[in-house]
């Protein structure tokens, strides 16, 4: 099971390739559009089960003044919740600014004793970064 999320009105560098119909398509074609999805990383956000339940774990921890209770528990299903622009951008900067400032540091062994139900969903730095990149280029998300 995994998460795709979908940037509502996202910052694009340039229009989305035309590609041919899934039986014409190539890997070429493939290579076009993962470098346009590269170059606009607020289109799509995507994660397996593994890497989005302590990413979203600590996205509510850090935005519950950003979140409404609905939001924060539409987030753990599959079921198209919108997030809206302004908050996507919050998240953003809230994430951003925990980044820079160091107040991620130690935030994974913090999880694994708040959270036991989690430890084994492993937390990388990297998907919070990502993830704050997508929110600030998203124009909003819907989460499917």
């Known amino acids: 099971m995994g998460f795709d999320l979908y940037g509502i009105s996202p910052d694009l560098t340039r229009p989305e390739p035309e590609?041919?119909?899934?039986v014409d398509r190539t890997s070429k074609h493939w290579e076009i559009y993962t470098e346009w999805q590269k170059e606009n990383c607020g289109v799509h956000f995507r994660n397996n089960?593994?890497?989005?339940?302590p990413l979203w774990h600590?996205?509510?921890a850090s935005c519950g003044d950003i979140l409404t209770d609905k939001d924060?528990?539409?987030g753990s299903h599959n079921e198209n919740h919108k997030i809206?622009?302004?908050k996507a951008e919050r998240i953003s900067k809230r994430l951003k600014s925990w980044l820079k400032d160091g107040s991620l540091d130690g935030?994974?062994?913090?999880r694994k004793h708040a959270e036991p139900n989690i430890a084994d969903y492993?937390?990388?730095?990297d998907n919070v970064s990502r993830f704050a990149k997508f929110c600030e280029h998203?124009?909003?998300?819907?989460?499917r």
Do not use: N, Y
């Open 49 to 53: 089960v593994w890497g989005w339940r």
């Open 107 to 110: 935030w994974d062994e913090f």
């Open 122 to 125: 492993p937390f990388h730095i």
């Open 58 to 60: 600590l996205v509510c």
């Open 84 to 86: 809206s622009k302004t």
């Open 72 to 74: 924060m528990q539409a």
């Open 19 to 22: 590609l041919p119909s899934m």
């Open 138 to 143: 998203s124009g909003g998300f819907r989460i």
